[in-house]
Each structure stands twice: as structure tokens, then as C-alpha cells.
């Protein structure tokens, strides 16, 4: 297989070896993986290091944390092959999702491709995202906006196979960083990640590959889980934030925002760490108002948590990506909704 796997942190690092060894029960054993840690812990490091007596694999070990675009960098930098696939540290995997990622590529000429990726653990399973579709707005005060819609968000899996996925398009307009097959020269082409961004880095890559003339598209038989709904500990704390600062988001926007010729405002920075905080809350009896209390509770926690930003480390060095050419959205095939006007 022509294909480097590339296992990128998300933003917690204890998931690692896990996903590692749900990674190499579905793949064959000759396939390249390249581990990017990320500045992960002792704890993970060592249950990480024990892997390679099973499987062998290539860690690239980081004193210093690093962004997820960053990880991408050195991944792509190192990748001989015609394809990567980049994998947040956080999945599950299900059988022959990568070579249902490769045979998509093959017959339909793509340069990335996108799986199912599920939401999780749930049950029954959900998906959360099944490719994605970009549009154009102008708000109340005329200012451009990027609207993103993930297909099929929260459909269960099961009612979409039953439905053979709404019949939705094979080509999209964006993927997701969970996973997703590029080639990796159509990357490179576009110049590869800028690491300033740690919001809207997919959307910012998916509409570079489309500016290019390049064709991303889906893959219902490919699964993969995102495992966003096991609770955090106090371990997972400081790169989680680390990497949803809101500094490095305020960052983002304005560099996404400048990048596309858009106006960009996103909170999800905020949505994650409420996101993330919620799981290590106490479940509630239903019989009680949980959406208040658990509202409540986060407003109690939220400082402890966030104090913690005061303390991160500083960013290494960061490797910018120029502005797209004037006119590539268009280029790309994201045009204006034009709002009805109503007298």
C-alpha cells in the first residue's frame, strides 16, 4: 500500500496507545506509521514505547508540546508515499477503513477523502461527521461569514446505512482532521500546514486542495470513531489546554479570517473546553433538570480549569503558509447564499 499513516495529538494525550493498538488490528503490518507525541507525558510515553516490541512504528518524541498542524508538518516532511492518512491520537478504528479510504482515491481521482467518522462511545453509534458543505453569508451587519455544516451530524449510524446515507454527494467541501486521506504531494503543492492555525486548520487546507482543482470526496465504508466522550482527568488538562487557548484561538481567526477575505468571530475554543469539562461532571437522574445543573456546575469549574492557561509553555518556532491568491473561495467553488429580502 502506497501510504504512510500519520497519528497526529488532538488535544489529550492519554487516548495514545489505545488508539494505537485499535490502529494496528485493522491495518496490515507493513504499512508505515509515524507517531508525532506531541510533548506527551511519561505515563503515555512508556505505554507508547511498550507498543513497539508488538509493532513496529516510528515515535517522534517532542520536548516541547506541539500544535496538531505542527505534528502534520514533521508527518508530511517525513511521508515518502503517494498518500497520508492523518489520524487524530484519539480514535477507534474499524476493519478495512483504510483501504476503503485508498480504493476511493484510486477510482475517483481525489486528492483527500473522507471517512464516516462516528462520535463516541455511543450507542447506538452516531455519526458526527460524513464530509462537509461550505456556504457563504453575509450576517446582519453585511459582514462575510464561512458557514460549515457537517453532514449527517448526529444521524445514528444505523439509520443512515438503512437509508444509504440520504443519498448524499460523493464530493464535498471539507474533511475533517480525525481522519482523512491526502495526497501528499497536493499538500506539499499547497504548502503544506500553517501552524498558527488551531481552529479551521481543516477548513483552510480543504479549501487551499479545492483552489488547486482538487477533488475531495467521501467514503461511507471507512469508519472511524472519534472518542470525544470519554471523561477527562487531571492529566488531560494541560494540553487540552495548551492547545484550545484563547489566545492561539484569537490567533486563528485572524489569520483563517485575512487568509479567505472573511470575517470570523468562532467560539469554539470556549465549546470545547465546556465540551470537555461536561464529562467530568457526575451523571444526573433524568427525573432532575440536568441541563441546569450541569450549567451550574460548569460555571463553578470553569476558573480552576482556565487558570491553567496562565501556565503553559511558550510555542516553538512556526511555519506560516502565504495568503491563498486573491478570488480562490470562488476558485474553489464556495459561492454567496443570497439572503431573500423581505419588504
Known amino acids: 500500500m502506497d501510504v504512510t499513516v500519520a497519528v497526529i495529538p488532538r488535544e489529550r494525550f492519554r487516548p495514545l496507545s489505545a488508539s494505537l493498538r485499535s490502529l494496528f488490528s485493522t491495518i496490515p503490518a507493513d504499512v508505515r506509521v509515524i507517531v508525532i507525541d506531541g510533548g506527551a507525558d511519561e505515563k503515555t510515553r ?5 507498543l513497539q516490541e508488538v509493532r513496529h512504528f516510528e515515535l517522534v518524541e517532542s520536548d516541547k508540546f506541539l500544535l496538531p498542524n505542527m505534528a502534520r508538518n514533521v508527518a508530511l516532511d517525513m511521508a515518502k508515499t503517494k ?8 480514535l477507534t478504528y474499524y476493519p478495512d477503513w483504510l483501504n476503503a479510504l485508498i480504493a476511493n482515491a ?5 486528492v483527500a477523502v473522507a471517512p464516516v467518522t462516528l462520535i463516541g462511545p455511543s450507542n447506538p453509534q452516531t455519526i458526527h461527521h460524513a464530509g462537509g458543505k461550505l456556504t457563504l453569508e453575509r450576517d446582519n451587519s453585511r459582514q462575510l461569514k464561512l458557514r ?6 448526529n444521524v445514528r449510524l444505523p439509520d443512515a446505512e438503512r437509508t444509504e446515507y440520504h443519498d448524499i454527494a460523493l464530493e464535498h467541501d471539507y474533511f475533517e482532521y480525525h481522519c482523512v486521506l491526502v495526497a501528499a504531494e497536493a499538500m506539499r503543492v ?13 477548513l483552510d487546507s480543504s479549501l487551499r486542495l479545492k483552489a488547486i482543482g482538487g477533488k475531495i470526496t467521501f467514503e461511507s465504508k471507512a469508519h472511524v470513531m472519534y472518542t470525544a466522550l470519554v471523561p477527562f482527568v487531571d492529566r488531560d488538562w494541560p494540553y487540552f489546554l495548551y492547545r484550545w487557548s484563547s489566545s492561539k484561538a484569537e490567533i486563528s481567526n485572524q489569520v483563517f479570517a485575512e487568509n ?12 470545547h473546553r465546556n465540551r470537555a469539562m461536561t464529562t467530568a461532571l457526575p451523571r444526573l437522574p433524568r ?19 482556565v487558570s491553567l492557561d496562565l501556565k503553559l509553555p511558550d510555542d516553538p518556532e512556526v511555519r506560516m503558509v502565504d495568503k491563498p491568491a486573491p478570488g480562490s473561495l470562488l476558485t474553489a467553488g ?3 447564499v443570497k439572503k431573500a429580502c423581505i419588504d
Request: glycine share 4%; with cysteine.
Open 83 to 90: 498518500y497520508i492518512a492523518f489520524c487524530d491520537n484519539d
Open 46 to 50: 512508556q505505554e507508547v514505547r511498550s
Open 287 to 305: 427525573v432532575l433538570n440536568r441541563y441546569r445543573i450541569k450549567q451550574a456546575l460548569l460555571r463553578l469549574y470553569r476558573p480552576m480549569i
Open 260 to 271: 479567505w477575505g472573511i470575517y470570523e468571530d468562532s467560539k469554539f475554543s470556549e465549546f
Open 106 to 110: 484510486e477510482q475517483h481521482d481525489a
Open 148 to 153: 460549515a455544516h457537517h453532514r449527517l451530524d
Open 334 to 336: 464556495i459561492k454567496e
Open 190 to 202: 499547497v504548502g503544506g500546514h500553517d501552524e498558527r492555525l488551531m481552529m479551521h486548520e481543516h
